[in-house]
């Protein structure tokens, strides 16, 4: 074996405690900061499929142990001698919360309690890892490593190709240097970097303007799902109806760019909104291609001039278009322009007020692993408080999962079980609200708990119970349901995970 590579060989014991995650990870969010573990942990266990495998991997761990069969590479920094784990992060990841359960993020964090008391953490307080000797060589490996085993998961199309733009940042597009450490073909890497190009004219305006919040906040995440957007334009079909043409690493519009902008924004939406009637997925076919074409706007080659008068009128009709999504929010704000930059303005401005139309803005998202609470808060976004009988009831059931959710996140059942001497379920809401207001928290929320279970305050579980068992109709106004959401708002903050966009 070449004296280079005996790094590979040689198993060095490390302290798991001592080694650092990579925050430059291709499975990690890009436009995401990862200071402590739980960002990690958090970014690793995002999506329900890798949630799914990040719990059979910490199964695994606790059933078999740790198994130093597949290498973790590590590198040593040379500014601050820190070990930086450059394959094996979530290996690592696990280990570490493993050993330290209560920094795991809340939609894992009771089950992370529950395995790590299942196994001796001494025996995963170190492990054998291969030393690069530097950056360059464990980057060599992340790209030759080709593993069968089932617990770790290759990078995925997306992450492969965040890696390679990462190298051309790095490399300041040295295209010779990536292939010989991608180990790419050319034509691999062009069409890489091609199919990145496409996918940034979301940014453009022209694209932009015609896409919600919500829409644009999707298709430019790197969660995106661009292998669909490759295989759409892989068609030579779509390439020239749509004047779109190829050269090397650059993408060039032959057709009208208005028309082109306007048909791509009608693509870019039909993907992230991924309706079950749509065709447009990674299983397109060229017998599909004609009807989804045909579905689209049609894309023109005049010259962009010409076009002004058509360009005003669609301009004005997408107005038209986004003032019809932003109804409510326009009329309680008294505002009346439907721009991208209004529209964020109004959401902002609608936050604590009263007179808003839905109980929860679009600008939050609620990461869990529960069914029902991920129901109910989506569906709360959606539901005009004109529907306040149906709000309200939900209102009362989400607070009674919310507090349920906590209780098993951090792994408090039994402690409440004794405390009451009773099973969890046959422990009422006020008690479990008692326990924890308590023993776990501090602060505005404590005093948030202390005025909910007073039944003499205007925002009280008294009220709630009302909209469930109770006949009183004054507190169902949407004045009052909104301020009593944003009441118990902080306190859903720390019992659930939940984010602003």
């Known amino acids: ?40 942990a958090e970014d690793l266990t995002y999506e329900n499929s890798d949630k799914s495998d990040f719990k059979d991997l910490v199964k695994s761990i606790v059933d078999d142990g740790f198994v130093p069969a597949d290498p973790v590479v590590v590198w040593q920094n040379e500014e601050n001698k820190k070990f930086y784990v450059a394959e094996g992060n979530r290996r690592v990841t696990v280990l570490k919360l493993l050993r330290e359960p209560h920094k795991s993020p809340k939609s894992i964090r009771g089950f992370m309690i529950s395995q790590s008391a299942k196994i001796d953490t001494n025996e995963i307080e170190k492990i054998l890892v291969n030393v690069a000797p530097t950056f360059e060589e464990a980057e060599w490996y992340i790209n030759q490593r080709n593993s069968a085993s089932s617990l770790q998961r290759r990078w995925s199309s997306v992450q ?35 199919i990145l190009k496409i996918k940034d004219f979301i940014k453009q305006v022209e694209v932009k303007s015609k896409l919600t919040d919500e829409e644009f906040d999707k298709a430019n995440s790197y969660r995106f799902p ?22 090397g690493l650059d993408v060039e519009i032959k057709s009208n760019k208005d028309s082109f902008y306007n048909a791509f924004s009608e693509l870019i939406k039909r993907i992230v909104n991924n309706k079950e009637d749509n065709k447009i997925n990674t299983r397109l076919t060229k017998e599909d291609l004609d009807e989804v074409l045909e579905s689209l706007p049609s894309v023109n080659f005049d010259s962009d001039d010409s076009d002004d008068s058509e360009n005003e009128e669609s301009n004005d009709s997408n107005s038209e278009s986004e003032d019809d999504n932003e109804t409510d929010s326009s009329s309680e704000t008294g505002s009346s322009n439907a721009s991208q930059t209004s529209t964020t303005v109004t959401v902002q401005q609608l936050k604590g007020n009263p007179n808003r ?49 906590y209780i098993e996140t951090e792994g408090i059942t039994n402690d409440i079980s004794r405390q009451y001497q009773e099973q969890l379920r046959n422990i009422s809401l006020k008690k479990r609200l008692e326990y924890i207001k308590t023993n776990h928290l501090s602060g505005k929320v ?24 109770g006949q009183d109709t004054h507190y169902l106004n949407k004045q009052f349901l909104n301020g009593f959401w944003d ?7 720390v019992l659930l995970d939940i984010r602003e966009k």
Request: glycine share 4%; no cysteine; hydrophobic share 40%.
């Open 160 to 194: 492969q190709r965040r890696w390679i733009v990462n190298l051309y940042t790095k490399h300041e597009g040295d295209i010779e240097k990536i292939l010989s450490i991608t180990k790419l073909s050319r034509p691999e890497l062009e069409g890489t970097f091609r």
């Open 446 to 469: 404590q005093t948030i708990v202390t005025r909910l279970i007073d039944p003499s305050q205007q925002y009280s579980l008294d009220v709630l119970n009302g909209y469930i068992h």
């Open 487 to 493: 009441f118990l708002f902080p306190l859903f903050e």
């Open 1 to 40: 074996m070449r004296k280079k590579f005996e790094w590979l060989i040689k198993k060095t014991p490390r302290s798991v405690d001592q080694l650092r995650l990579w925050p430059e990870n291709p499975r990690l969010n890009p436009e995401s900061d990862h200071f402590s573990l739980k960002d990690f």
């Open 226 to 247: 661009i292998t669909i957007l490759e295989r759409f334009f892989n068609f030579s079909d779509v390439r020239e109806k749509w004047g779109l043409e190829f050269d």
């Open 357 to 405: 139309s839905k109980l929860v803005l679009s600008i939050y998202d609620l990461n869990t692993d529960s069914f029902r609470l991920l129901g109910l808060f989506n569906e709360f976004k959606k539901i005009s408080l004109g529907h306040k009988n149906v709000v309200s009831a939900g209102l009362r059931v989400f607070l009674d999962l919310a507090v349920l959710k």
